[in-house]
């Protein structure tokens, strides 16, 4: 997955990070954009390293940041016209690879491993939390 990200992000001249962070920006930006806890949320990166990332794609003309109009604190990200024109160029080949990557999966079994995906990262989350504790036991958890 990673030789993959990587070649498809050198074809617009980004790095492979970069990549992953246009690609989330296309797939959740609404008419105003979308905001950079969004973008970190769905990558499961820091909103510091989306900041990071997307000053230098906006150096080069991929992405449009501006000041949410719902909260004056917060910035909201969009593709730049270059930028929807590179996501579009390169569609094919994601689309060509993606046919290939998930050939095998019949539409039943692409949902179940889809389902498993999210409970693993669900329960990477958990673990980071029990690693990051000081003592290294797991922190109590409220009644549900």
């Not at 001249?13 to 989330?24: D, E, H, R, W």
């Not at 094919?92 to 039943?108: C, E, G, H, L």
Request: proline share 5%; no cysteine; net charge positive.
């Amino acid at each position: 997955m990673e030789t993959v990200r990587t070649h498809l992000a050198r074809r617009i001249g980004i790095t492979g990070p970069q990549y992953s962070v246009l690609v989330a920006i296309a797939q959740f930006q609404g008419a105003d954009g979308v905001s950079v806890g969004k973008v970190a949320e769905v990558l499961h990166v820091s909103g510091a390293f989306i900041t990071a990332e997307t000053r230098q794609l906006e150096r080069l003309g991929l992405v449009i940041k501006s000041i949410n109009p719902r909260d004056r604190r917060g910035v909201l990200l969009r593709l730049t016209p270059n930028g929807a024109r590179q996501m579009i160029a390169i569609s094919p080949a994601i689309m060509a690879i993606n046919d290939k990557f998930f050939a095998p999966f019949t539409r039943t079994a692409f949902r179940a491993f889809a389902h498993s995906a999210a409970r693993l990262v669900n329960s990477s989350r958990e673990v980071t939390e029990l690693v990051e504790t000081p003592t290294g036991e797991a922190p109590a958890r409220a009644a549900e």
